[in-house]
């Protein structure tokens, strides 16, 4: 049968390397992006030149998660076997200064592809985005397919509305949905604004004087980071399972951002060193220069201070695991900044 995806969220991390995984798989694949001033899709243009995918098999749309003609119309013309839901504001911080419009696109979003999809065909596949965000403050660790939620952020709190519409109308209607609970996931293409890309990133240039100085906040916090590549995998996999079933998708190994700052100026040959407390603490460079400070503009109202996943549910059924560590991560992230400086 001919498998035709639609990605709400197209020109995002995520939807960009999920084309290029199911161009490769010989889906057709038509990716929504929303129309901006400016261009925005960088991360997807080459997916034309590549000569290993079939051009006439990725189609862009415009459309929008917060407009439900255009969700219902987009599905109703292109008729897709499969829906992937990337579509979200989802900047956790960003979350804070416009929760209306997160809880519309990240929340309400959701409900409208699946009411398109009921009133449409109810044998499309539906993959919903969730996060490790709506863990929160977490009540166990590490966090499994049954930990409880205690969401932090306006965009926690619209994540879990999401989890739990898919479920609702899994049950109700007897469709096909499932929700990934994904933990943090990076990559060469992550967002400017996302800790790792903006460390990663301002090192680089630090290192070749291109810049004088990184501002970031909570440097404590712990993550599980992996990476974009093998996250996507994992959604595809998800809607190839026998039945639809809520997955957490993670490396189970957690560290704080002072850690991936240490690491990442380690492998750029940097060393650093580290003085003060709190908001007074900087990293300085073997010349004991200043080129790290925290700036309590970058703190959030209400932190996520701990997250690690547990994954066995998806190595067990979906046969699923990271291919990536922390290490090969960061080695793809450094890599990619410095071709991009040096060229
Ligand atoms: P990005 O922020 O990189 O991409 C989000 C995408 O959603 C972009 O294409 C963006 O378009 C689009 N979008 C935003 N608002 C709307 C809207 N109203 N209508 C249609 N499209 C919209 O996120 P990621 O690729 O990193 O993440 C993909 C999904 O997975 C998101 O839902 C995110 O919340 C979730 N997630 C991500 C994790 C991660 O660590 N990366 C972990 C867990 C969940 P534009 O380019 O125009 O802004
Ligand atoms: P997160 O990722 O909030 O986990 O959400 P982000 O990289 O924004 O923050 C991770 C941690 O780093 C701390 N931090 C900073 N964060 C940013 N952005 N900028 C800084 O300067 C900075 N300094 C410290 C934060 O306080 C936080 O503790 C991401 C998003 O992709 C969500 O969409 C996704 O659902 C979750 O991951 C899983």
Redesign the pocket.
Known sequence: MRKIAII????????AYLSRLLLKKGYSVHG???R?SSL?SYRIDDIYSDPLIKKNNFFLHY????DSLSVFNLIKKIKPTEIY???????VAVSFEIPEYTTN??AL?TLRILESLVKLDQKIKFYQ?????MFGKVVETPQNEKTPFYPRSP?GVA?VYSHWITINYRESYNIFASNGI?????SPL??DT?VTKKVVKALCKIKYKKQKKLFVGNIYSKRDWGH?KDYVTAMWKILQYKKPEDFVICTGKQYTIKQFINMVAKKLGMPIFWKGKGLNEKAYDKNKNCIIECKKKYFRPAEVDTLKGDYSKARRLLKWKPENDINSLIDDMISYELDTILK
Do not use: I, M
């Open positions: 709400f969220g197209v020109t995002g991390q995520d939807g929504v992006k929303r901006a925005n459309g929008d998660v917060t839901n990337l579509a979200a504001q989802s900047h696109a990240d979003g985005a969730g996060s490790s965000e965009y994540k994904l933990f943090n996931h990076e992550r967002g996302f974009a």
